[in-house]
Structures are given as C-alpha cells and as structure tokens.
C-alpha cells in the first residue's frame, strides 16, 4: 500500500513540475467568516481506534516511507490541545530522521497572534539555528492554521507546511465549537483588553494573522493539506487549498488525525518531495 502510495504522489508531483504555474490560481486562499457546519462530533468517538491502528502498521516504525535529512519539523497542536497529543508524531518524525521540534505554545486557547508572537517564533528560531537552512511545519486543526499562517509570514525560513483537518479557508465547524470559541474570545478580551482587536478569534478579525492566511503560498514552499471527509469537528471542505496537487484525503476523523497512519504515510513522503527541491 504505501510503495503504490509513494508512487502516486511522485507522479502528482511530476505532474505539477509540467504543468507549470497552471494551478496558481487555484492556491487562492479566502477565508470565511465563522459558520456554523451541519456536523455531528459524535463520530469523533472512534478516533482510539486510529490510535490502536497506527500501532499496528508498519509505517509507524519507519517501514516502507522515504528517510529524513535531519531537517526541523515544528508541530503545532490544534484547538484547546497541547503539545502533548502529539507526542507519537513528534516520535514518528525523529525515528524517520527528522528533528522534531514540539511548539511551546503551551495550551492553543489564545490569541493566535500572541500565541506566534510570543511562544512559537522562537521555537522556530531555534529550529532555524540548530539546523542552519529552512524548517517545514505540520499543524493539526487550529494548529494548521497557525502553521500556514507562520508560512505567509516567514516565506524564507519555511520550505513546506503540512496541515492535517486544519479549516485553512474559513471556520466552519460544529456548533459546539462555535459556543466553545466564543467562551475563548471572551476571555482573552477580558485578559488581554485593548491589546489585542475586538474581532479577535473570529473569522472576521483584521490583525496580521488573518491577513497572512489570505496570501498565497510562494511556488518555493510545499502545500500540503490533508483531510477526511468523515470530520465531525469542521467542514471538510473548508480544509482542502483547492489545489489537486496539494490536497489529500484520508480516511478517519478530525481528532484521530495526529494518529492517522495514511497521513502519517503522506507526510513523509511530502517533506521527502520537499527536501529534494531545495
């Protein structure tokens, strides 16, 4: 399964060198203001499975995906997590020979300008200075956003951004959700007052953040986004570039993501395609 999976995503790419710029304007991002997405999260229930799957496939260990060069990897947790879910990715990473670098955001229920301003900038500085040449990062959910959002900001320092479930065109996600972003925003008004904009966490914010999600990816950086149709948390659609060299569906769920062996399979064979154009 993975050598067929390898040999399709060598032919995407081949693919995409001969077409040229053809597929610019499908990298166009525009991003939605917050909608609320007809989804139930209560699909989300079977992502333990994933974990138990992934255990038991051989590209957990290494097995059939292309080696690393020892370049950084910098992952972002998503909405309300930690760095500490992703620990078996973080492990994944540095046993396929990459240096994996884990966020220090801390908790992701901030700000996401503070969140890069003040925490994940200098992770990615000393990423930058550990390894000397350019970084890639992977973000899960939220953490995608952030992750592509970064890639806007520091086109010089990122050679590829993978994102996994991460709605990269807009918030459209469950209400559930929605109720629990609104208990987030209230709160960082209330902490943070004439700090930060008063559309802060929504779709409709202004800062820097919002804005470098609009930009388009430069052709010397990887896209990837990966996604599944059976998302019980946001809108799957929301989470593909629209570029068909870049998207990639999976089966599983949203949470289970970070666990997902065929994305596991996918990343590496993406920052495998990414380090060989530098």
Request: hydrophobic share 45%.
């Given at each position: 399964m993975l050598d067929r999976l390898g040999t399709k995503l060598r032919r995407k790419q081949k693919k995409k060198k001969a077409t040229g710029s053809s597929n610019k304007g499908a990298r166009k991002h525009t991003h939605s203001v917050d909608l609320h997405a007809d989804i139930s999260p209560w699909t989300e229930a079977v992502f333990?499975?994933?974990?138990?799957?992934?255990?038991?496939?051989?590209?957990?260990?290494?097995?059939?995906?292309?080696?690393?060069?020892?370049?950084?990897?910098?992952?972002?947790?998503?909405?309300?997590g930690t760095d500490l879910y992703l620990m078996e990715l973080h492990?994944?990473?540095?046993?396929?020979?990459?240096?994996?670098?884990?966020?220090?955001?801390?908790?992701?229920?901030?700000?996401?300008?503070?969140?890069v301003q003040r925490h994940l900038n200098a992770t990615i500085e000393?990423?930058?200075?550990?390894?000397?040449?350019?970084?890639?990062?992977?973000?899960?959910?939220?953490?995608?956003?952030?992750?592509?959002s970064v890639a806007g900001q520091r086109p010089r320092d990122v050679a590829s951004v993978i994102t996994l479930a991460a709605p990269?065109?807009?918030?459209?996600?469950?209400?559930?959700?929605?109720?629990?972003?609104?208990?987030?925003?209230?709160?960082?008004?209330?902490?943070?007052?004439q700090g930060v904009l008063p559309d802060c966490y929504t779709g409709r914010c202004t800062c820097s953040f919002v804005d470098s999600l609009k930009?388009?990816?430069?052709?010397s950086m990887f896209e990837t986004a990966i996604y599944t149709r059976d998302d019980g948390i946001v809108d799957w659609r929301y989470c593909r570039t629209m570029n068909s060299e870049s998207?990639?569906?999976?089966?599983?769920?949203?949470?289970?993501?970070?666990?997902?062996?065929?994305?596991?399979?996918?990343?590496?064979?993406?920052l495998a395609m990414a380090q060989s154009s530098e």
């Open positions: 333990a499975a994933e974990v138990l799957l992934l255990h038991a496939t051989p590209v957990y260990y290494g097995f059939g995906v292309p080696r690393g060069d020892d370049s950084a990897v910098v992952i972002i947790p998503g909405f309300l492990a994944w990473l540095g046993r396929i020979g990459y240096r994996a670098y884990f966020s220090g955001i801390g908790i992701n229920a901030e700000c996401p300008n503070l969140l000393r990423a930058l200075a550990e390894t000397g040449r350019r970084i890639h990062l992977i973000g899960h959910s939220l953490g995608g956003v952030i992750a592509r990269i065109r807009g918030t459209a996600t469950s209400r559930p959700i929605l109720h629990a972003a609104d208990a987030i925003r209230l709160r960082i008004l209330k902490e943070h007052g930009r388009d990816i430069p052709d998207d990639f569906e999976v089966p599983g769920t949203h949470i289970g993501m970070a666990f997902n062996p065929s994305a596991y399979a996918i990343v590496a064979e993406r």
